[in-house]
């Protein structure tokens, strides 16, 4: 008894992923649309990627990376000017 209820919770925990999956693709699918029509009206997507990562980031992240960057450029004799 206990297998076909051990199999049926397994059926049910694969068809939730399956629907979450599906649910993703599609969010995913609406996403890159949004950047679509976002350059088709001038604006770069890369750089619009960047700003929604940086967005997600807390500000003590951030701000480490931003001086990593500005390190590594350093470095390597870059000079940066983002002024942010």
Request: no cysteine.
């Amino acid at each position: 008894m206990s297998d076909v209820i051990a199999a049926e919770q397994l059926r049910l925990f694969i068809e939730r992923i399956e629907r979450l999956e599906d649910e993703k693709k599609g969010m995913a699918d609406d996403i890159r649309d949004v950047y679509a029509e976002a350059k088709s009206t001038g604006y770069d997507p890369k750089t619009m990627r960047a700003i929604v990562r940086l967005r997600r980031m807390e500000k003590h992240h951030r701000d480490e990376a931003a001086a990593l960057l500005e390190t590594y450029a350093a470095a390597l004799g870059l000079q940066l000017s983002f002024g942010i």
